[in-house]
């Protein structure tokens, strides 16, 4: 049983760690080429690269734990009928 999680483990981590170290890259090149002339537009970019390093993280942890989402869809009549009580 060790054997097979290694083989799963491994190459994740090592995408996760290597996808990070990609995004500081790019983090580390737009901080010397746009940063100095637009903050705003530097923060924008930057934001959305760390957005997706958490998403990475989120989805490893969910795959890990086995979690699935479901989403269930409510009628409108019966949202109208809860609002009015």
């Given at each position: 049983m060790a054997i097979p999680l290694v083989l799963v483990v491994l190459p994740l981590g090592l995408?996760?760690?290597?996808?990070?170290l990609i995004v500081n890259a790019v983090q580390a090149v737009l901080f010397l080429?746009?940063?100095p002339l637009s903050k705003s537009l530097y923060r924008r970019i930057n934001r959305?690269?760390?957005?997706?390093?958490?998403?990475?993280?989120?989805?490893?942890?969910d795959w890990w734990a086995g979690v699935k989402v479901i989403r269930n869809k409510v009628e409108q009549s019966k949202i109208s009928f809860f609002a009015l009580r």
């Open positions: 995408l996760f760690l290597l996808s990070g080429s746009i940063r959305f690269l760390a957005e997706l390093l958490w998403l990475q993280l989120i989805w490893l942890v």
